[in-house]
């Protein structure tokens, strides 16, 4: 299974996530948002369900994908400190601001 990290690296599958976390779209919808051919869609969605973070379900004749909030969990824990790097930045920014009224 890839990293994430590895994973997301590539725009066109943050930009799949993106869709998906708008709402479970079925292959045809996402061929269509994305400008690709379905077998250039199909790739990037397997690399995505190989890593866990979409997963398919059939609908009728059709596949239907959603995002997998669970494995992104790895980057929540990598951006934490800079977060809190940002919102010190932020407060003091505030602060700043504040005293100059």
Known sequence: MS???AVLAEPTRRHI??????RPR???ELVEQLGLTQ???SKHLKV???AGLVQARQEAQRR?????????TEVDVWLAPYRRAWAA???ALEQHLDAGE
């Open 89 to 91: 930045r932020l407060d």
């Open 48 to 50: 995505l369900r190989d």
């Open 39 to 41: 077998p250039g869609t």
């Open 17 to 22: 996530l993106d869709l998906l976390l708008e």
């Open 26 to 28: 079925p292959v045809g």
């Open 64 to 72: 239907v994908y959603e995002v997998r909030l669970e494995p992104l």
């Open 3 to 5: 990293s994430a990290f």
